[in-house]
């Protein structure tokens, strides 16, 4: 059983459901805007098109409902902290189910409202320690919706790079939860106390290996916006690239990151 190694943050439960279901709704609203042209066009994930990629918005978002439908597991298995890197294991079904759910669903509004109806429903009186059976690992509903905002403010991202003027809004607890989580995450993939992280307003996590600061301002400081921090976690923003654009500020020998991202992919 994966063990995190470094003691997992408090999420408020209200706040994080609230966050989940408040971004759903955002993009729902936008995927219901747009047009049988908008929907073909490409985006930075491999060969997924839009309409694909709504299609895994609302999957990843169902799994709340689905998980919730099961028998609930004896115990949890996965760590919070454990679920970034656990991902890249299910890329390949992920990336079927997604097709399939896209060809069997033209109409994606109904495929959202009946996400969007469920989620509500199902979320209304189940107590965050619910034990889900979820593909990644069997976990807390309570940590599953924190990975419920990695997914939909990612995937948010990826629509509005997607398509020109798109423009979804993201829910400030929705982002911070996302960022935390992904700076956490971090710690965990390279322990240690020599280099500072810094994602202001939402996280400040210390990592890599090295002579372990204790006062004052920290010899290797790296510092960035959530958004940034997102996409350099997550791999779709190179560490060279965020560097030479000035996204990223990092200072000192150890302040270079690009050995430990992605966090996951």
């Known amino acids: 059983m994966p063990q995190a190694r470094k003691r997992t943050r408090n999420y408020d439960p209200a706040k994080i459901r609230a966050a989940v ?3 759903f ?34 999957m990843a978002v169902e799994t709340v409902s689905r998980s919730l439908d099961h028998e609930e597991p004896a115990r949890p298995e996965l760590a919070l902290l454990d679920w970034p890197a656990a991902t890249a294991a299910r890329a390949a079904d992920i990336d079927d189910g997604t097709r399939r759910l896209a060809a069997a669903h033209p109409d994606l509004g109904a495929l959202y409202a009946e996400t969007a109806e469920r989620l509500a429903h199902r979320l209304a009186d189940a107590p965050g320690s619910r ?39 993201v829910e400030r607890q929705a982002l911070a939860a996302c960022t935390r989580l992904l700076a956490d995450a971090l710690a965990v993939k390279a ?8 994602v202001p307003p939402f996280a400040v996590v210390q990592c890599v290996e ?3 600061h204790t006062r004052g301002t920290p ?11 997102i996409r350099l976690a997550t791999g ?26 992605p966090i996951m992919g």
Not at 147 to 169: F, K, M, S
Not at 191 to 198: D, Q
Not at 219 to 229: M, Q
């Open 210 to 212: 090295g002579p372990r």
């Open 131 to 169: 034990v889900l059976a979820t593909r990644t690992g069997a976990m807390t509903l309570a940590d599953h919706l924190v990975t419920r905002t990695v997914e939909l403010v990612v995937h948010t991202d990826d629509l509005n790079a997607a398509v020109p003027g798109l423009d979804i809004p």
């Open 21 to 23: 279901l408040g971004q």
């Open 25 to 58: 709704g955002h993009v729902r609203q936008a995927v219901g805007s747009l047009t049988p042209e908008q929907l073909a066009r490409p985006t930075r994930l491999g060969d997924w098109t839009v309409r694909e990629l709504a299609a895994h918005v609302a």
């Open 219 to 229: 010899p290797h400081v790296v510092e960035t916006d959530p958004l940034t921090w």
């Open 191 to 198: 322990p240690g106390g020599s280099t500072e992280v810094r």
């Open 236 to 261: 779709r923003l190179d560490w060279a690239q965020a560097l030479r654009d000035a996204q990223v500020s990092a200072g000192g020998e150890r302040a270079d990151l690009s050995p430990h991202l």
